[in-house]
C-alpha cells in the first residue's frame, strides 16, 4: 500500500536528550514536511524539504533538526535545545511543488513525544 | 501572514443533525484543504478545493475564494463524524508548499 509511515507511535524522552522521528513515504512525492500539533491548537510548520539534500525552515525550526538524504525519508531529530518538547509530530508529503504551484498534502499518522 | 479562523470552536450534534462548519482565511488563496482528525490523531484528507463546490458522499464543501471563506456541509451526521475538522491554506501563494491551518472545529456526534 502506498503511504506515509511514521515511528515510533509514542517516544518518552528524558530531559537533555536527544530523539529522532523518523518519516518515511512510498508515495514518490518530492516535498515532505513536519508539523507540530498541541492539545487544543492547529498544526504549525517545523520544515520542510522540496527535494533531496535540501530543506527550510518553517515558523518553529528552533531546537530541531532535519535531513533529506533521500527522497523516501524525512527524519526530524529533537534536540536538547528545545524547550517544551511535548506535543504531537506529523509528517507530511505533497508531489512536486514550487512556484505558484501548490499540490494537495496528505498526512502521516503521528508520533506522540512525552518529556518526563 | 495569512490568518484562518474557523468556527464554531465546538459543536454537539445529536445523531442524524445537519451541520456546516466555516471558514474564513485574510488573503487570497489557491487552494484550500479540509481535513478530519480521528480520536487517534489521523488526519484524513476529505478535500482539495480552491473553489466551487465537491461532494463526497455526505459531506460537501463549498469554497467562495472571492470572498475569502469556505464550508463544510455535513449532512446526517454519525457517531464516527466526531473529531476536528481542520482546514488547512497554502500561505503566500503556495509556492512554499506548507500549509497554515486554523485551530479547528471540535464535533461530538452523541448517538
Known amino acids: 500500500d502506498g503511504g506515509i509511515t511514521q515511528s515510533p507511535k509514542y517516544l518518552f524522552r528524558k530531559e537533555g536528550q536527544n530523539v529522532t522521528l523518523s518519516c518515511e513515504q512510498n508515495l514518490n512525492h518530492d516535498a515532505m514536511y513536519w508539523y507540530r500539533q498541541d492539545p487544543g491548537q492547529g498544526l504549525r510548520l517545523i520544515y520542510y524539504s522540496q527535494i533531496v539534500n535540501d530543506f527550510q525552515k518553517g515558523d518553529i525550526a528552533e531546537g530541531y533538526s532535519v535531513s533529506r538524504e533521500k527522497k523516501e525519508s524525512f527524519p526530524l531529530t529533537v534536540t536538547s535545545a528545545q524547550k517544551n518538547p511535548t506535543a504531537f509530530y506529523l509528517c507530511a508529503s505533497s508531489p512536486t511543488t514550487g512556484g505558484l504551484y501548490y499540490n494537495e498534502q496528505f498526512f502521516g499518522p503521528g508520533t506522540r513525544l512525552t518529556v518526563l | 501572514g495569512i490568518q484562518v479562523e474557523q468556527s464554531p470552536p465546538d459543536l454537539i450534534l445529536q445523531e442524524g443533525a445537519n451541520s456546516t462548519l466555516r471558514c474564513n482565511f485574510s488573503d487570497s488563496v489557491n487552494n484550500l484543504q479540509w481535513f478530519h482528525q480521528n480520536p487517534w490523531g489521523q488526519l484524513i484528507n476529505l478535500f482539495y478545493?480552491?473553489?466551487g463546490t465537491k461532494q463526497n458522499g455526505r459531506l460537501s464543501a463549498t469554497t467562495v475564494a472571492t470572498e475569502r471563506y469556505s464550508l463544510l456541509y455535513i449532512s446526517s451526521s454519525q457517531t464516527t463524524d466526531s473529531g476536528v475538522y481542520f482546514c488547512?491554506?497554502?500561505?503566500?501563494?503556495?509556492?512554499?508548499?506548507?500549509?497554515?491551518f486554523g485551530k479547528g472545529t471540535k464535533l461530538s456526534v452523541k448517538p
Open positions: 478545493i480552491p473553489s
Open positions: 488547512a491554506v497554502p500561505p503566500y501563494g503556495g509556492s512554499q508548499g506548507n500549509l497554515i
